[in-house]
């Protein structure tokens, strides 16, 4: 246990000082734009962010009847950037002239960005962006069962980022139920679960994610194969200040997470009271799962 609470804090520390550190360059970036390019630089957030959130809650569908079951892990969802989450079409601001449009970094694109010239020697400058091949996200999780086929799962972080950006907070709940337990002698264990999660960093992020999940798995000795079908729904809030050299203003939008679909494909081991698992999510958002966690 000690060696476990050692490696999950190191690991929640650094998912959390990844995004908090992109973070803080995100609101020198995204500031130098107003919604429509605010919304394109900043949509493949909202996609992975989305997707990660709704992953790596289960690693079996197997649901005992009765008697007391705890789980207690770490989960690491990584969502995978791919090209077509690097660049969007933006359009110039602040009256520039002439107006033009130009395939521009997203907030995962090239740390390079964009420019363009306009009239009277002057230039645009679009904001880089963080050259992300992925999103890593951690959180500790614990799933306790089971009545009549049935278990929960919570996730929990709270931390404080200090007085520029807040507390961060991740709460997440989900239920499941075991349907295989009214097959009888049915070789597969088949469970649906509902999941429901909220993430928010001061008054910056405000995040929400909902999953419905079926479940089938099936456990030879030590090893189990999974895998699932489920339809999410997720968004991001967004609230920031624009400012040029005239104007502040406060910006804020929504942005809905592409993925509505998603299938996942996994493997686990069980060592005793030991468990490592590891899946990979296929939608428009894709995501790797690896997950370290003790059992009773």
Sequence with gaps: ?????????????????????????????VSKYTSENGKGYLQPL????????NSGFYHSANIPMVGL????????????????????????????????????????GSSEGAS????GGTSYDFPPGFNMTMLPIAAPQLTVGSLFGSDITIRWVDLDLGENWGRLSLTGWGIRH???QYIPLFPVDVAVGFYRQSFKVGDIVDANATFLSAQASITRGIFTIYGGLGTESSNLD?????EDAEISQTVS??????????????????????MLHTDFNI???KVLVLGIGVGI
Excluded: C
Aim: aromatic share 10%; proline share 3%; hydrophobic share 45%.
């Design 1 to 29: 246990m000690k060696l476990y609470r050692k490696v999950s804090t190191t690991l929640v520390m650094f998912a959390v000082t990844v995004n908090f550190a992109l973070a803080q360059d995100i609101s020198e970036y």
């Design 46 to 53: 909202g996609d992975a962010f989305g997707a990660n959130l």
């Design 69 to 108: 079951h705890v789980d207690i892990e770490l989960v690491t969802m990584s969502a995978l950037i791919g090209d077509d989450q690097k660049a969007f079409t933006a359009t110039t601001e602040d009256l520039f002239s002439p107006a033009q449009t130009v395939e521009a970094p997203t907030i995962f």
């Design 116 to 119: 363009v010239d306009g009239t």
């Design 178 to 180: 075991s349907i295989s």
């Design 238 to 242: 967004i609230a920031y200040t624009f």
């Design 253 to 274: 939008f929504e942005l809905k997470a592409e993925n509505s679909v998603r299938m996942t494909v996994g493997f686990a081991l069980n060592a005793g009271p030991l």
């Design 283 to 285: 939608a428009s958002q």
